[in-house]
């Protein structure tokens, strides 16, 4: 992501676990096009919940 933009503006994908939005983040800079989850805990939630 090019430095200056606006949290409004950074990309946003839908947990499938939970339903909820979850924004881009720095730490998944690198690997945003696998990210999933929005967090450990729905990722390990994520065969309990189909």
């Known amino acids: 992501m090019p430095k200056g933009i606006k949290k409004q503006n950074l990309p946003t994908k839908m947990c ?22 929005c967090s450990d805990k729905c990722k390990k939630q994520k065969t309990t919940q189909v």
Request: charge should be positive; include cysteine; hydrophobic fraction near 25%.
């Open 16 to 37: 499938p676990t939970c339903n909820r939005p979850f924004t881009w983040r720095k730490k998944w800079e690198r690997d945003w096009e696998n990210v999933k989850y």
